[in-house]
Structures are given as C-alpha cells and as structure tokens.
Nanobody, 123 residues
Framework: QVQLVESGGGLVQAGGSLRLSCAASGRTFGRYNMGWFRQAPGKERDFVAAITWNGAVTRYADSVKGRFTISSEYAKNTVYLQLNSLKAEETAVYYC????????????????WGQGTQVSVSS
C-alpha cells in the first residue's frame, strides 16, 4: 500500500502561482512513477503531468507545458507540481497518483490516489 497526501492548494488570482506537494508513505517510494491529475467542476478528471521515480523523465499535458513543472525529492518521498500563470479555467481539485507501470498519462495505469487538494483561480 502507498498513502498519498496532497497539500498546497488554495485561492489565487489569475496569473498567479502555487506549488502543490504530494507526500508518499508506505511501500518503497522508488518503485512508483508519479502523476498529477485534475478534475474541474462538472468535468472528467484529466492528466496534468507525470514523472518517473528517479525524476529523469517527465511528461505534461499540452495545455500546461511551459507553465507547470513536476519534480520529485526522493529523500523526502515527495512530488511537487509548480503551477505558474494560472488561468481561471484551471480551477479544479488536483490529485496525486502513483503508478507501478511505466510513466503514463492514463488514469487506469495508476494504482494509488490521494484525496486531492483544491486549487481555485479567480479571474
């Protein structure tokens, strides 16, 4: 089992920044690749970014490339998502997830999920 706890969400104005954190505990952190997803009100949950367990490879949704950055700190079992130049339409609950498969943008490849952290962007 892997437990994931997200933090760092909040209310920010459009154009602002936030840094989300995902702390993992349980099984060896290094066995899992990590991802961030988000779900806006009334919409499906979508892929945002992913990173391999060693931080060597990252992947992003086209809509966030150049504005969001995923990173990991292995010693702290923590993954981060830096959100810059936020837009009002990016208001959503952001979820962290862990995958035992290869780095992926597919929700079905992820085995463990956190409870999510709310990001609200005012226009």
């Amino acid at each position: 089992q892997v437990q994931l706890v997200e933090s760092g969400g909040g209310l920010v104005q459009a154009g602002g920044s936030l840094r989300l954190s995902c702390a993992a505990s349980g099984r060896t952190f290094g066995r899992y690749n990590m991802g961030w997803f988000r779900q806006a009100p009334g919409k499906e949950r979508d892929f945002v970014a992913a990173i391999t367990w060693n931080g060597a490879v990252t992947r992003y949704a086209d809509s966030v490339k150049g504005r969001f950055t995923i990173s990991s700190e292995y010693a702290k079992n923590t993954v981060y998502l830096q959100l810059n130049s936020l837009k009002a339409e990016e208001t959503a609950v952001y979820y962290c997830a862990a995958s035992g498969a290869a780095i992926s943008s597919r929700q079905s490849d992820y085995d463990y999920w956190g409870q999510g952290t709310q990001v609200s962007v005012s226009s």
